[in-house]
């Protein structure tokens, strides 16, 4: 499992350290002088480290002392006053002046095997200008491999968001634990391969984590012989008014193929039979939620009085319940209604996209943006529920103060209808009795791995209809249930 570290978390775990031996400093330096190494191999030639004014930059002194001692060519570019800087930045810069590392206040002529980005790591509180805007300009120039110690200058590590510029590097390795801001927002842009190196440190009992098909695979089980229909459960997905019909059968059909035994759609707007998926039962809503053990509302449901009174209806239903799409848009418009959904005591999940979280939140959709984690987090608190917030790194979080960010998926997700496929993954695994955070976590994954095997296949990220999702996820479904087996 890969730890996720917010800056607090950070600060303190360093401070809980100050007097490790040896130090922090010494040990991130070291590790990042190993892993560029390994990443330059047989033929390492010159290495450019762009050392900043904090801590980040003192990581750098010492990566750029160990690989001067292992022979490599390094030049240290740094800019700032040596008397300003932190006391073990200070040191760690002296030893780095010992060696044959060539120090410059330009950046040197001639080419570089790997340029360093030991800038500003997770202090940084202000957004980047004037000279050290300029340098990121021209490492984010260069062709060659960029490697940021901890997170790329100018990214915000709790969020992702950008402050005025940011590197754009090839790999990033982490100290101590990954940061949220590298694996959500515009994190997946700018970090390029991600690696993680904890120093040696325990990080058992913190909250958030990178999502791991171990965080649902043990629920997973191969079907027995002597089953039938009834074993699977029964979803109802309630929604597709007039126009919007197209919604809910998708999520019913992401529900059906993922493993529900029987999918009952009630639908606003009446519909004979799906001719596309005639095993699904089209029944009114109220015929839906009476034959559901689980139920997914909002997919195409609108915002009418009818679909006001529905949902009233589906709120007190005592099975889990997912809400998605404009469920969520009538809960954030009926704080009463809102209300009766936090209360309740079976297991509720939401799936908002940005602005369906910002209508909840009564904020607006930057400011879920700016912190993605503590928007889902306080979602799931105010909620009760268990939220995956979507977006680029969908942040899953859980009543319990536990949340995890996902890494799969791709750009193709980008379309309409896969947040209806999404909702009725969520809902077959549901109805097959996955408990409600591992069934949200793993359709998530699902959901993502889907696309990404699209992708991977010719098929995307570009064209990827929400339709294809759905074969796709079954079958990595079934392999994972039978390498569970």
């Known amino acids: 499992m890969v730890t996720l570290l917010r800056s607090a978390e950070s600060r303190a775990l360093e401070a809980r350290h100050a007097d490790a031996r040896p130090p922090l400093m010494e040990r991130a330096g070291r590790a990042a ?5 390994g990443l330059l191999g047989r033929h390492p030639g010159r290495v450019l480290i762009c050392a900043g004014p904090g801590n980040n930059g003192g990581d750098g002194f010492v990566m750029g002392r ?15 006053d040596p008397a300003r800087l932190p006391p073990d930045a200070a040191a760690a810069l002296e030893t780095c002046r010992a060696t044959s590392a060539d120090f410059c206040r330009e950046v040197p002529p001639g080419s570089f095997s790997l340029v360093v980005d030991a800038l500003f790591g997770i202090g940084l509180a202000r957004a980047i200008e004037g000279d050290y805007a300029t340098l990121i300009a021209r490492i984010n120039a260069y062709p060659g491999p960029v490697l940021a110690l901890d997170i790329p200058s100018g990214l915000d590590g709790d969020t992702g968001r950008i402050m005025g510029v940011a590197v754009r590097a090839t790999h990033t390795l982490s100290f101590i634990g990954g940061k949220p801001g590298l694996y959500t927002l515009d994190g997946p842009d700018h970090c390029g391969a991600i690696a993680v190196d904890n120093l040696g440190l325990d990080l058992a ?3 958030g984590a990178l999502l791991a098909i171990d965080d649902f695979r043990t629920c997973l089980r191969p079907r027995a012989r002597n089953s039938h229909k009834g074993s699977y459960g029964s979803l109802a997905v309630i929604g597709g008014a007039a126009g919007m019909t197209g919604a809910a059968l998708l999520a019913a059909r992401a529900g059906l193929k993922l493993g529900a035994g029987r999918v009952f759609v009630g639908l ?11 095993e699904l039962m089209l029944r009114s809503p109220d015929d839906a939620l009476a034959q559901g053990t689980t139920v997914v509302a909002g997919p195409g449901l609108g915002t009418s009085d009818d679909a006001l009174a529905i949902l009233r209806r589906v709120a007190g239903a005592d099975s889990s319940l997912l809400l998605d799409a404009d469920a969520l848009n009538l809960l954030a418009a009926h704080p009463v209604l809102a ?7 079976a297991a509720t999940l939401i799936t908002p996209h940005p602005a369906e979280a910002a209508r909840l939140l009564a904020t607006t959709t930057d400011a879920v943006q700016a912190d993605r984690v503590a928007a889902a987090l306080e979602l799931a608190h105010r909620f009760n529920a268990h939220v995956a917030l979507k977006g680029c790194g969908t942040v899953v979080a859980h009543p319990d103060g536990q949340w995890r960010i996902n890494t799969t998926g ?6 309409g209808g896969s947040g209806d496929v999404l909702s009725g993954m969520v809902g077959a695994l549901l109805a097959q009795a996955l408990p409600a955070a591992e069934a949200l976590r793993g359709a998530v994954h699902l959901h993502g791995a889907a696309a990404d095997a699209l992708a991977a296949a010719g098929d995307g990220p570009i064209g990827i209809a929400a339709g294809e999702l759905i074969p796709a996820a079954r079958t990595l479904l079934n392999r994972l249930t039978a390498t569970h087996a």
């Open 66 to 80: 160990e690989l001067a001692r292992a022979g490599l060519a390094v030049s240290i570019l740094f800019t700032s």
């Open 205 to 207: 009992g913190h909250p």
């Open 410 to 415: 791709n750009p193709g997700l980008a379309s």
């Open 339 to 345: 209300n009766r959904v936090a209360r309740r005591t």
């Open 268 to 278: 606003l707007q009446e519909l004979a039979v799906d001719p596309m998926q005639p």
């Open 33 to 37: 002088a190993d892993f560029a190494i």
